[in-house]
């Protein structure tokens, strides 16, 4: 396995490298005060895509422990953010949209009616909060130290490592009504781009301006699905309809309304290919 500790050699590829899901954890700070009679500390839990269209989004649990004198306790939040990302060089650039951001109470392990108050108060600061942070992070870019199969290391302006662990994006999973050999091939079909060029019959008919290898663009797992998914804070349904055993065609759009695009997946004697893609609003 290659590993890649150094952009001078390898710089030219991280555009394509990062796309994928990382996991990462660790402190937000220890031990901070709010008022003499109050500190508090923060975790955190993050799941990151980044997708290849230069898009990132971000799926944080976030955990604050308060202590006081007469009790310990946690509140839990979670947090959505998306954004855009750039390289240049061997320097990773956010630009978050700050419109975007959901922040959700989850839960506390303290009896909610004795903390009601204090979790209004805090949870109002918190959001303001995360803004300013945010704001003042995409003043700096980030170093990439290190990016490859396992991992992507970021170095940020204060010299402080995040370590950020690629992890495998779930499978996409079907009925058993479904041939087995299709499930295997949509999911080939969906890990990479280089494995998607090989599965896609060229040029492709349909209403669609991506009609060759070199116009094609990836449509990532994300956007295959059976049933209801949300992404980006909209709704969307994706369904697999059966037209025979040899035809397959996968539909996906917003939930209760437009149909954004349509693919017809056929077999031959060597395999399961695409063969038609639909996009019913193209002009």
């Known amino acids: 396995m290659l590993f890649i500790s150094s952009c001078k050699f390898f710089s030219n590829n991280y555009n394509e490298k990062i796309a994928g899901r990382y996991y990462s954890t660790g402190i937000l700070f220890?031990?901070?005060?709010?008022?003499?009679?109050?500190?508090?500390?923060?975790?955190?839990e993050?799941?990151?895509?980044?997708?290849?269209?230069?898009?990132?989004?971000?799926?944080?649990?976030?955990?604050?422990?308060?202590?006081?004198?007469?009790?310990?306790?946690?509140?839990?939040?979670?947090?959505?953010?998306?954004?855009?990302?750039?390289?240049?060089?061997d320097k990773l650039q956010y630009t978050y949209d700050l419109n975007s951001i959901s922040l959700e109470y989850i839960d506390s392990d303290f009896q909610a009616s004795e903390i009601a108050d204090f979790e209004e108060y805090f949870t109002q600061n918190l959001i303001v909060g995360i803004k300013e942070i945010i704001t003042e992070s995409e003043?700096?870019?980030?170093?990439?130290?290190?990016?490859?199969?396992?991992?992507?290391?970021?170095?940020d302006n204060e010299q402080q490592?995040?370590?950020?662990?690629?992890?495998?994006?779930?499978?996409?999973?079907?009925?058993?009504n479904y041939?087995?050999?299709?499930?295997?091939?949509?999911?080939?079909?969906?890990?990479?781009?280089?494995?998607?060029?090989?599965?896609?019959?060229?040029p492709i008919s349909g209403t669609t301006t991506a009609k060759t290898k070199n116009t094609w663009i990836f449509v990532r797992r994300e956007l295959i699905f059976q049933g209801d998914n949300e992404i980006d804070g909209v709704e969307y349904t994706g369904d697999f309809s059966i037209i025979n055993q040899n035809l397959i065609e996968y539909t996906m759009g917003i939930t209760e309304s437009d149909i954004l695009f349509s693919m017809k997946f056929e077999k031959d004697e060597s395999g399961w290919y695409l063969v038609s893609y639909e996009e019913p609003n193209y002009e």
Do not use: C, H, M
């Open 46 to 89: 993050t799941t990151e895509d980044f997708y290849p269209e230069n898009r990132v989004k971000e799926n944080t649990i976030l955990v604050f422990t308060f202590i006081t004198d007469e009790k310990k306790f946690s509140l839990t939040y979670q947090l959505k953010l998306y954004g855009k990302w750039d390289i240049k060089g």
């Open 30 to 44: 220890d031990e901070n005060e709010i008022d003499k009679d109050v500190t508090y500390s923060a975790t955190y």
């Open 179 to 202: 041939p087995k050999d299709f499930v295997t091939f949509i999911n080939d079909f969906t890990s990479n781009k280089a494995s998607q060029l090989k599965l896609i019959k060229f």
């Open 161 to 176: 490592e995040t370590i950020k662990k690629r992890v495998e994006i779930p499978e996409i999973l079907l009925g058993s």
């Open 139 to 155: 003043r700096y870019p980030y170093k990439i130290d290190e990016l490859n199969d396992d991992r992507l290391v970021l170095i």
